[in-house]
């Protein structure tokens, strides 16, 4: 039973415009959430989080919005560089226990 | 700051043979995590402790698979017997497991395992 969904397996973006990752739950009890990212041969590194208290948390080139009522998050990535071509994968957690992730989205952002 | 250590990095053994991995997670945290990465897919968790008791193990197998974390540090993952479905990266993570809404994982690079 997959409670966290990632539906684009990839995604492809030029260089200087904005990437948009999606991501969408089921599971309501879920508040808050995280998203990594992941470069071949290497573990997933920590990106932004945001807990249902809130509905967008900003990082510099990273925002990550929350829709509660869709059960749905996505992130920004604006401007898109060369460097940011990796797996994503949004995790979901109920009080920061027990993370599910989804399958994950390849972004690959063309100079 | 030491990361999560994994090792090894690589492992090929053959069915019915059995496999540990060995994780020492960040020095002070209290949680440590074992996710399972089949190719394609995301990180599944297989088992997660709070310093060294289960917290949850409800998706292990557990007819093969053993974890165990003594003294709260460090971790092994056993898998005896090994079946060609378990080919994939096992992950480990750590995290301070303190306040809820600013819990991270830090993972390390994982072991990638091969079953013939």
């Known amino acids: 039973d997959q409670q966290v969904k990632q539906n684009s397996p990839s995604l492809s973006v030029q260089e200087g415009r904005i990437s948009i990752l999606n991501c969408d739950y089921t599971?309501?009890?879920?508040?808050?959430f995280l998203w990594y990212k992941k470069y071949p041969a290497e573990g997933p590194t920590f990106l932004i989080s945001i807990s249902s208290i809130k509905d967008k948390n900003e990082d510099g080139r990273f925002t990550v919005f929350l829709n509660k009522s869709a059960k749905h998050l996505s992130l920004h990535i604006v401007p898109s560089q060369p460097g940011d071509s990796a797996v994503y994968f949004c995790?979901?957690?109920?009080?920061?226990?027990?993370?599910?992730f989804g399958t994950g989205t390849s972004l690959t952002v063309i100079p | 700051e030491a990361g999560v250590a994994q090792s090894p990095r690589y492992k090929i053994i053959e069915k019915r043979q059995s496999v540990a991995f060995w994780c020492n997670p960040i020095s002070g945290h209290a949680t440590l995590y074992w996710y399972q990465q089949i190719l394609g897919q995301g990180p599944k968790l297989l088992i997660q402790f709070q310093n060294n008791g289960v917290v949850d193990d409800s998706q292990l197998p557990k007819d093969r698979f053993s974890a165990e974390r003594l003294k709260g540090v460090d971790s092994t993952l056993k898998i005896q017997p090994a079946k060609l479905e378990d080919s994939a990266v096992y992950l480990c993570?750590?995290?301070?497991?303190?306040?809820?809404?600013?819990?991270?994982?830090?993972f390390g690079s994982g072991t990638q395992l091969s079953v013939l």
């Open positions: 995790a979901a957690s109920v009080s920061g226990n027990q993370f599910y």
């Open positions: 599971n309501s009890m879920f508040d808050y």
């Open positions: 993570a750590s995290s301070l497991g303190q306040t809820k809404w600013s819990e991270k994982l830090f």
